[in-house]
């Protein structure tokens, strides 16, 4: 009640109700205007994030390819035995999370030491190709410490 006061008095709603409707109106379209603004500036920021992330480990790891999407995945292409590759990465839709999959090798399976040897970061299993571990939506510190640790763990030091 006290939020809807001074909401009130600030807009000077003591005008008749329509009057007071259309205040009212008019000041929800400049929130909106400002809210669409926010969200192109944080879409417009988590492509920067993943950029800086690409650019770290691609410094880190300059013989592994790249599997940059800007503002969807970084990560990297990491050979794990004989011919065999894994895609490591972070992903962004509507949830963050890092993974390792074989998405991008047709007719290959996720090796099983790779499996066991990340199972405690990436405890989460889709049949044969991928793992993952879900992160908060905006858990951005988390989900690349985490793909700095597999990352880690398939390759060497970070």
């Not at 690409?54 to 990491?78: D, M, T």
């Amino acid at each position: 009640m006290e939020l809807q006061e001074f909401i009130k008095n600030e807009l000077e709603l003591n005008g008749t109700p329509q009057e007071n409707f259309a205040k009212l109106m008019a000041k929800q379209d400049e929130i909106n205007r400002v809210n669409n603004q926010i969200d192109l500036l944080k879409t417009e920021t988590e492509k920067e994030i993943f950029q800086n992330w690409q650019k770290l480990i691609s410094q880190k790891y300059p013989a592994y390819e790249s599997v940059y999407e800007e503002g969807l995945r970084v990560g990297l292409i990491v050979p794990v035995r004989d011919a065999t590759s894994v895609r490591v990465s972070i992903c962004s839709d509507s949830q963050l999370y890092c993974q390792i999959d074989m998405d991008t090798f047709k007719g290959q399976n996720l090796p099983e030491e790779v499996i066991e040897i990340t199972r405690h970061l990436l405890p989460r299993k889709n049949n044969i190709n991928q793992i993952w571990k879900y992160f908060d939506r905006y858990d951005y510190d988390g989900v690349f410490e985490c793909l700095k640790k597999v990352l880690t763990v398939l390759i060497g030091e970070y």
